[in-house]
């Protein structure tokens, strides 16, 4: 039985019915706080019936932003503050959100300390409160107790600050400071009901930091938790600089290195490997969301055109399909006999269910994938996004591919992974191979 937390992000309902069929190939279901506050009803509906052990991320880090990262426009095209933020700082502590709101956010730790109690009592409530207080207004409560199989959370995590790039050494040690004095008191209010995870979250370039990693190691040293969650800002390890992935090697191993269980917030295949067994430090968990979400930045700036993605099993990448299909017409898929084709495809590309619903014996149904209809975005301006079957059975796909990858990785040495990587990327990137092949290297040494 593995160790490794298979974790699911559940962001909006159009997620649901890909969920459902996914539920029981995950350890658990993680959701953002403003995410809880917004949709408690169906949240509560989600956990209840489909899968009872979830997490809260609760993303205190809201505190550092200024306001406009928190805001959107209405129809009128004035800045408000996003519905599901404002409705989740309404469960924190009232003097803490007023000093936000007036000082136009950016608090400081001077600023948040003095509130810490509250917001630690405020934060673990609705950690382990807020969804159980929804579910009790269902009519399937009384089952549910009845069999004893209520919600419950998977793991709490303790409130905490981000490590911005724009902070001086001295800033940073404050925050640092803080984070401890969180998760100390955190972990105290949670005598031992749940297990605990601190969660450290910074810019990339904070990785670079000197000293920034000692700083994590005494921070946290001797801390009674079980896992540190890590989001760091829009970071792909295979596709980041070669300073910055070994810096970020030394993270995991100080991470380990005083005790604490490394789970990447949101991370892809490259983190997902490091969930391997025999590596002497690694992952013990990865989350992505429901067709995506293997990065993301920390201060989301708004999502572009939408574009037809395929998550393509060989590289272990979500690729747009002007890149897939150039891919499979030089391999000659699709100047061949269609049934051939197909059944090559299974046996090179991927066997998943969804790609055998959607191909049959005919490769050209692979353009199914590729559907999309028009929008336009200003004036006369047009461009096409996927349709709405596209993007199911895409997010469908990219789920199997998830759940296939981590049985590869629980059931294969770090060699083996190692050889399919590297002989996927010479047959199908040969330009990013060496690449691969370095990143290999470093946690093979």
């Known amino acids: ?34 995410i809880v506050a917004y949709s408690s009803s169906a949240v509560a509906d989600l956990v209840s019936v489909h899968k009872n052990q ?37 469960e924190l502590p009232e003097r803490l959100k007023n000093q936000f709101f007036s000082n136009n956010g950016a608090l400081m730790p001077a600023d948040i300390s003095p509130c810490i109690d509250e917001l630690i009592e405020a934060v673990y409530s609705f950690e382990t409160k807020y969804v159980t207080k929804y579910v009790k207004s269902k009519e399937y409560d009384k089952y549910l107790e009845f069999v004893k199989l209520g919600p419950s959370p998977r793991v709490v995590i303790a409130p905490y600050f981000m490590i911005k790039s724009s902070y001086d050494n001295t800033v940073i040690s404050s925050w ?25 979250v910074i810019d990339q370039e904070i990785l670079e930091r000197q000293g920034f990693i000692n700083e994590v190691t005494q921070t946290y040293s001797g801390i009674d938790a079980e896992y540190a969650f890590i989001w760091i800002d829009e970071f792909e390890s295979f596709n980041t600089s070669r300073n910055r992935q070994e810096k970020f090697k030394s993270l995991l191993q100080a991470i380990t290195g005083i005790g604490l269980k490394p789970i990447m917030a ?34 989301p700036v708004g999502g572009g055109v939408p574009v037809n993605k395929y998550y393509f099993p060989p590289l272990h990448s979500r690729l747009n399909m002007s890149e897939v299909l150039p891919i499979l017409m030089q391999a000659g898929y699709f100047s061949t006999d269609k049934k051939a084709a197909a059944n090559q495809f299974y046996s090179q590309i991927c066997r998943c269910k969804q790609c055998k619903a959607v191909i049959k014996d005919n490769i ?46 629980e059931s294969n040495s770090f060699a083996q992974l190692k050889e399919q990587l590297i002989d996927a990327y010479t047959q199908y990137k040969p330009n990013y191979r060496d690449r691969i092949a370095a990143w290999c290297n470093l946690y093979e040494k």
Not at 275 to 296: D, H
């Open 1 to 34: 039985m593995s160790d490794n937390l298979r974790l699911l992000r559940y962001n909006t309902g159009t997620n649901k019915q890909v969920f459902v069929k996914f539920k029981n190939d995950v350890s658990a279901v993680i959701f953002n706080a403003t």
């Open 54 to 90: 979830y997490i809260i991320d609760p993303q205190t880090h809201i505190f550092q932003h200024a306001i406009d990262a928190i805001q959107t426009k209405d129809k009128k095209g004035n800045k408000v503050v996003k519905k599901s933020v404002l409705q989740y700082l309404d």
């Open 176 to 200: 640092m400071k803080l984070n401890r004095i969180a998760a100390e008191k955190f972990i105290e209010k949670n005598e031992e009901k749940h297990p605990v995870g601190i969660q450290i």
């Open 266 to 299: 949101y991370g892809g295949y490259d983190a997902i490997m490091l969930c391997n067994k025999e590596l002497p430090f690694r992952m013990y968990g990865v989350a992505q969301s429901v067709g995506y979400g293997e990065s993301r930045a920390i201060t």
């Open 364 to 409: 050209d149904n692979f353009y199914a994938y590729n559907d999309s209809v028009p929008f336009t975005i200003r004036g006369t301006i047009t461009r096409n996004r996927p349709t709405t079957d596209a993007n199911l059975i895409s997010a469908m796909h990219f789920m199997y591919a998830k759940i296939n990858e981590w049985d590869l990785v």
